[in-house]
């Protein structure tokens, strides 16, 4: 960055008197801290990297306080760059504000292929660090293997499940799958059966895959008891809130079985608990009005099933569907898979994380794996006059939820405009929450300001770069 943008995140450190998910503040007017290990390596693994002030005093209100020697900091703190793997290169700035020195340290994402970041001296599993918030937490196992399966391209869907057999397969569902592979892949309609379960990945040396028994099975969950969807309705607002008996759950159900098993289940289940209202024209003419769309709870449900980590981490989680009064959620396990972020989700083409699962699930015809669902689940929420979908990815899970009708965030159309007349000029994230009232910016980001960016009402000043730190929006 510049002088005066330096100069500039000072001022806005100093105003706000908080660290950020990319901002870390270090006094150093003494020494260099001995341990940026932690922060080199979370901001290295999360998307835009993040930067290090050096010169304020925390404990002190972030008070300037100044280094103790500009050229030697940053000389310190490249050698503790250089521990990292990969290599961290930081990109310094020095700034005089008053009588006091000032610098920054502008640490890059590394690619993903690098990834994760970690400090050597305590190796891959225990040198990673995440950002959360303001603060540097240590990797989990799984975050640590989900960088390293997309590396090394690791396909769980293929695993072979030890103890199963082809006894294992519903000898219908096999047939039909026999059948339609061939006739959709003409090059194996004379390859025997046993080589074309190979071949497709429905078996991995002979022994039924994780997705040959989610796709083929009898009973998946004899192996994996908890590879299922369990599903709730509450009676309020989140979990915890009670009903006038005082039940806890107006209906709490578990769907097993194969994936087609699971999805119709659930879908029943949605549609069994969801509200109908009966609408009638001008014309005299009758109309039921689900709460959600059904093709968009759909696409969800496929979705979460068919894109969830399979992997030995996760295998002991179910996917979560919870039925609140305002809203829907459907949570899997499994963060977005490589690239993917949020900003891309259903925009571009991704590299598919269970290729083996949606390509049986393609000939069985349940998804077109066209990269079509996120596209029509928003076209779905706007033509039932619904807010877009709110997607969050979070450490391990990944969080899809629908607002209803009764949603704040359904009847906010005063506050949307009154963010709108603000945003005449260009507004921070900083500058929105803390005009409108919230404490939390990424909650007010996510739940205000992206849903009019997707509805085109809002424009970013960075559109190449939606989650930078100097990203702004106008009307």
Do not use: W
């Amino acid at each position: 960055m510049l002088e005066e943008e330096l100069i500039q995140l000072v001022k806005a450190i100093q105003q706000q008197r908080c660290e950020k998910q990319y901002i870390e503040v270090k006094s150093a007017v003494g020494g260099i801290p001995t341990k940026l290990y932690p922060t080199l390596s979370s901001f290295s693994n999360q998307e835009h990297g993040g930067t290090i002030v050096f010169g304020l005093a925390e404990e002190q209100g972030y008070e300037i306080v100044g280094v103790y020697d500009a050229q030697d900091l940053q000389k310190k703190v490249t050698e503790q760059a250089n521990q990292m793997v990969p290599t961290v290169r930081p990109l310094f700035t020095v700034a005089t504000i008053g009588t006091k020195i000032v610098v920054s340290a502008e640490i890059a994402e590394c690619e993903i292929v690098d990834k994760p970041c970690f400090y050597k001296g305590a190796g891959r599993v225990r040198g990673s660090f995440v950002r959360v918030g303001e603060s540097d937490q240590p990797m989990n196992a799984y975050e640590v293997y989900s960088f390293e399966a997309f590396k090394q391209r690791i396909h769980d869907d293929r695993r072979a499940v030890d103890g199963s057999t082809r006894a294992d397969f519903d000898r219908d569902t096999l047939a039909e799958y026999l059948i339609k592979v061939r006739r959709t892949k003409p090059n194996l309609s004379n390859v025997d059966d046993d080589r074309l379960l190979e071949m497709q990945g429905m078996t991995n040396n002979g022994t039924p895959s994780v997705a040959g028994l989610l796709v083929l099975g009898t009973y998946p969950q004899q192996y994996f008891p908890q590879l299922s969807v369990t599903a709730v309705v509450v009676p309020g607002l989140s979990i915890g809130d009670v009903g006038e008996g005082e039940e806890r759950f107006i209906d709490n159900k578990r769907f097993e079985g194969t994936i087609s098993q699971m999805l119709e289940g659930a879908l029943m289940f949605v549609r069994r608990h969801m509200q109908v209202k009966t609408i009638i024209g001008d014309d005299g003419h009758r109309s039921d009005v689900p709460e959600y769309p059904l093709k968009a709870v759909r696409e969800i449900l496929l979705n979460a099933l068919s894109h969830r980590d399979y992997s030995i981490h996760t295998q002991d989680s179910p996917i979560q569907l919870v039925m609140h009064k305002d809203r829907l959620e459907l949570e899997n396990p499994g963060s977005l898979y490589g690239r993917l972020t949020l900003e891309t989700l259903g925009k571009a083409p991704a590299v598919i994380r269970n290729p083996f699962l949606t390509g049986a699930l393609e000939v069985m015809e349940e998804i077109e794996s066209r990269f079509s669902g996120i596209p029509t689940i928003r076209d779905e929420l706007n033509r039932a006059k619904l807010p877009p979908p709110v997607f969050s990815d979070q450490r391990g899970s990944f969080k899809v939820t629908f607002n209803n009708e009764h949603s704040s965030v359904s009847i906010q159309s005063g506050l949307d405009e009154e963010i709108i007349s603000f945003c005449r000029v260009a507004r921070t994230r900083e500058e929105l929450a803390a005009q409108f009232g919230y404490e939390s910016v990424g909650y007010f980001t996510t739940h205000y300001i992206l849903p009019l960016v997707g509805q085109g009402r809002l424009k970013m000043t960075l559109p190449n770069k939606p989650r930078s730190k100097f990203q702004k929006f106008y009307a």
